[in-house]
């Protein structure tokens, strides 16, 4: 069984009625219809995807009827809820685990902290816990002193991730760099100062 990761599918993510918008015109996606951007995905997703394989889903899964994109691809699903995972019960229950916001995982005894929103920190970002995320579509910076990656199809040729890429991309990284106990003192002073500031400022509040 292998392991896959992906984020901002947006199956079916269409123009409004007044013909604007969709994720094409959003994300600036390489596709001349919705038809062809949902079929390459789905074909992408397949040849990597097998029946026995699990899919984490970082939120954004489709825009629209999702039960007809869940049983299109391969594998267990499992997802962590996006801005436009709006689904009745019945189509959630086609995934093999739903979480609100975020799941925390051991995968290979590396410890990953999933969201649809990147986070700044995260519960053990000190120890090499890697926060993997969609939801920016590539427009956030990475840096390799940083265990934070964006799964989003914008980023990945429009492919699910495989957990043995991800570590192996995350081996090559430094730890999330810990300040020294100077510093950070340095910093709880500079915050109470300010936040001292702002109260006189709005004392009328």
Do not use: Q
């Not at 993510?13 to 994720?23: A, D, E, L, Y």
């Not at 097998?50 to 629209?64: E, I, M, Q, S, Y």
């Amino acid at each position: 069984m292998n392991i896959f990761f992906i984020a901002d599918t947006h199956f079916e993510h269409c123009k409004n009625k007044h013909g604007f918008g969709g994720i094409i015109f959003h994300a600036k996606r390489p596709f001349a219809s919705l038809e062809e951007m949902d079929a390459t995905l789905i074909s992408n997703w397949n040849e990597m995807v097998k029946p026995g394989d699990h899919t984490w889903v970082l939120g954004d899964f489709a825009w629209r009827n999702h039960s007809k994109y869940l049983h299109a691809l391969n594998g267990k699903k499992f997802l962590v809820k996006g801005s436009h995972d709006k689904m009745p019960h019945d189509t959630l229950r086609l995934f093999a685990e739903v979480h609100e916001g975020m799941a925390i995982r051991n995968f290979n005894k590396s410890r990953m902290v999933l969201t649809h929103c990147p986070m700044l920190t995260w519960e053990g970002s000190a120890y090499r816990t890697i926060n993997l995320h969609g939801h920016c579509h590539g427009r956030i910076v990475e840096t390799d002193n940083c265990l934070r990656m964006d799964v989003g199809v914008d980023v990945w040729g429009f492919k699910p991730v495989p957990l043995e890429l991800v570590i192996a991309i995350m081996s090559k990284r430094d730890y999330m760099p810990r300040r020294s106990l100077e510093e950070v003192d340095a910093n709880v002073a500079i915050l109470a100062k300010r936040n001292a500031s702002f109260k006189e400022e709005f004392k009328n509040i």
